[in-house]
């Protein structure tokens, strides 16, 4: 079982930049692809990334594509997402969650993940 702690989010100004940092406990941590998704008040949970166990292979919601970068860090048990050029409308609840079914990953969706953390709020605004 892994446990999900994400953290580094804030509030911050269109265009800006913010890093979530997503930390795991469990040695079984480099076995996952993991994903990054985020839910807006009053709308559903969304895929926002996804990266694979060795972290070779990324996907990305066509929303976030080109501004936002995720990566992992095998050795620290860490997952990141980079968000660079934010918009107002990236405002959410961010949450990391592992890969919990076969599949091809460019397809993932919420259905595909569990062990969700707590999340972190960012907030896009001037």
């Known amino acids: 079982q892994v446990q999900l702690v994400e953290s580094g989010g804030g509030l911050v100004s269109p265009g800006g930049s913010l890093t979530l940092s997503c930390a795991a406990s469990g040695r079984t941590f480099t076995y996952y692809h993991m994903g990054w998704f985020r839910q807006a008040p009053g709308k559903e949970r969304e895929f926002v990334a996804t990266i694979s166990a060795n972290g070779g292979i990324t996907y990305y919601a066509d929303s976030v594509k080109g501004r936002f970068t995720i990566s992992r860090d095998n050795a620290k048990n860490m997952v990141y997402l980079q968000m660079n050029s934010l918009k107002p409308e990236d405002t959410a609840v961010y949450y990391c969650?592992?890969?919990?079914?076969?599949?091809?990953?460019?397809?993932?969706?919420?259905?595909?993940?569990?062990?969700w953390g707590q999340g972190t709020q960012v907030t896009v605004s001037s």
């Open positions: 969650a592992v890969r919990v079914t076969a599949g091809n990953l460019a397809r993932s969706t919420v259905h595909d993940f569990g062990s």
